[in-house]
């Protein structure tokens, strides 16, 4: 659903446009020959920034088996990397859930919540805390700490750590136009973290999740 609205808006943000094709999409499936009645089409008609987010957590979400795996080995700059990735996904949700409150005024609601799901549980927050050597913390705005889905930082004693592989980091980190050109200059940082992340899978395999 995700990436085939994301696709739409790589031709046309009319919206009169985008909600015309949706509408034709609705009628197709009415064929018994349809290809269409087996997927799942949605137009989410929201915000681009909002979608942009969107895109990167359910991005980062179909990848996060593979980034649980990378960090339960020993904790090193690679390991980093892969923190740093999920750091700024929680972020993300954060930024989303602020403006997207229910169903009734957020097509992207459910997607919000089948997140929310995932990372919320405390056996998950501290499996990640641990492997990361992160702490929750309130996230920016908050007057307390969120109830599901935390911000999170280095604990002071990592910090160390960090500051001197942050050079070797930005060397490692390739720059593919192809993707950069889909986001804005506030997401260069999560850019990056996907992009390496990424590009230890597959292109197949990426891409195979987002179109099923």
């Given amino acids: 659903m995700i990436w085939l609205y994301n696709r739409v808006l790589n031709i046309t943000t009319s919206k009169d446009i985008i909600n015309n094709f949706y509408k034709a999409l609705d009628l197709t499936p009415n064929s018994d020959k349809s290809l ?32 649980e795996n990378k960090i339960s080995e020993e904790y090193d700059s690679n390991v980093e990397l892969y923190c740093k990735h999920i750091k700024e996904n929680f972020q993300n949700y954060n930024s989303i859930k602020k403006k997207c409150t229910s169903i009734n005024n957020c097509k992207c609601y459910n997607e ?18 641990d492997k990361c050597r992160y702490e929750k913390i309130q996230c920016k705005g908050d007057s307390a700490l969120s ?4 911000c999170l ?16 980091l930005r060397t490692k980190i390739g ?17 990056e973290y996907l992009q390496k992340i990424a590009s230890t899978y ?3 395999k990426i891409y195979n999740v987002k179109y099923n």
């Fill in 112 to 129: 919000l919540m089948y997140f929310k799901e995932q990372f919320s549980s405390a056996e998950v927050l501290k499996f990640i805390c």
């Fill in 147 to 150: 109830k599901d889905i935390p």
């Fill in 202 to 204: 597959s292109d197949n």
């Fill in 36 to 67: 269409l009645k087996k997927c799942l089409t949605k137009n989410f008609n929201i915000e681009n920034d909002i979608f942009n987010i969107l895109k990167f957590i359910y991005e980062f979400l179909h990848l996060y088996d593979d980034i």
């Fill in 153 to 168: 930082k280095e604990r002071e004693n990592s910090f160390i750590i960090i500051k001197q592989e942050g050079s070797w």
């Fill in 175 to 191: 720059k593919e136009k192809s993707i950069q050109k889909h986001m804005n200059k506030e997401n260069y940082d999560n850019l």
